[in-house]
């Protein structure tokens, strides 16, 4: 008894071994192994640009891009997983074909034999029909402007039998129009209000916790904290930014010295793009023209690692509390 028990148990054992080596590599492959990124882009009088995002060998490939439209793709294991929507076929010509071949061979479909019984009851209706037109007017259609409604809807003969001037039919008719463009305007200038009432609140909002932030970054205690979320901040970038980087941009406006302040901006990022991209600047001539191509990786370990970094700092962790609920 005592060694069938001991075999169950080495048996669970086993298995949970096992689950728990499954977990632990899956866990591991998520955080190690990296997302690799490759992103193409040109303009030469239209934008147009691809970026592909894998992961694992490209178990896992995105594609997103911009020609002309905006355009996506997920695979999954090769098989196409989700992608953007492109215009079917009509099968219009199809129906259309297939109801002729069939009346090649002189058979008679349910719609023409409903066509030909219409036919002979319109023939035995027609005059009812005219009677009953004569008798009835039509109504007017749902989507006519209001004018047309404030038209069809006065009178043209009064109790008397007698006509309505025509200076009062337009006068009915323009006070009508004002009131339908009153309300329009009433409701555009309240959502309009109801807006800038709602950006000055965030703006407000934004306000206080800036200067809570200039408060909080000019004490003398909080020095250390700050050193390290821009020391971390640093280390972010420099994994998420691109390790790769080729392409050219020429550039030039009518205007020499707006080139000139342009290319004094592309100077202060040179360090950035040094030996990667080459800029070329026109002065005498208005154009626009580029290529760039990117490429990296981002490991969603180190990610976390730098996060949970700053989250480890105590007094980062009452900083940030109190920024919430500033």
Known sequence: MTGVLLTVLKIIGILLLILFGTVLAI?????????????????????????????????????????????????????????????????????????????????????????????????????????????TEPLPEGNASPD????????????KGEKLPEKKKRCRKKLSFTKWL??????????????????RKKWRRMEKKYRYIRKVIGDEKNRKTVRLLLRQIRRLAGHILPRKADGYVSFGFEDPETTA?????????????????????????????????????????TVLWIVLRMFFDRNFRKWLKRLMHH
Request: aromatic letters at 8%; proline letters at 3%.
């Open 148 to 159: 047309d409604l404030v038209h069809e809807s006065l009178p043209e003969k009064t109790e």
């Open 261 to 301: 302040r342009v290319l004094e901006a592309c100077a202060f990022l040179y360090p950035f793009y040094r030996g990667c991209v080459s800029v070329t600047p026109y002065f005498d001539r208005n154009c626009l023209d580029g290529e760039l191509t990117v490429t990296g990786r981002v490991r969603i370990g």
């Open 27 to 135: 866990l591991f492959t998520v955080l190690l192994v990296p997302v690799r990124y490759r992103a193409r882009g040109s303009y030469h009088e239209k934008p147009e640009g691809v970026a592909d995002i894998t992961w694992l060998l490209h178990l896992i490939h995105l594609t997103i891009g911009y020609r002309e439209d905006v355009f996506y793709t997920l695979k999954i294991a090769g098989h196409v997983f989700a992608a953007s929507d492109h215009a079917e076929p009509d099968d219009t010509d199809g129906d259309k074909e297939g109801t002729a071949a069939g009346n090649e061979d002189g058979t008679v479909t349910g719609n023409e034999e409903e066509s030909i019984e219409e036919a002979f009851s319109l023939g035995d209706s027609s005059s009812s029909g005219e009677k009953r037109d004569e008798e």
């Open 182 to 199: 009153e309300r329009i305007l009433s409701g555009l200038i309240r959502k309009i209000s109801s807006a800038v009432r709602n950006i």
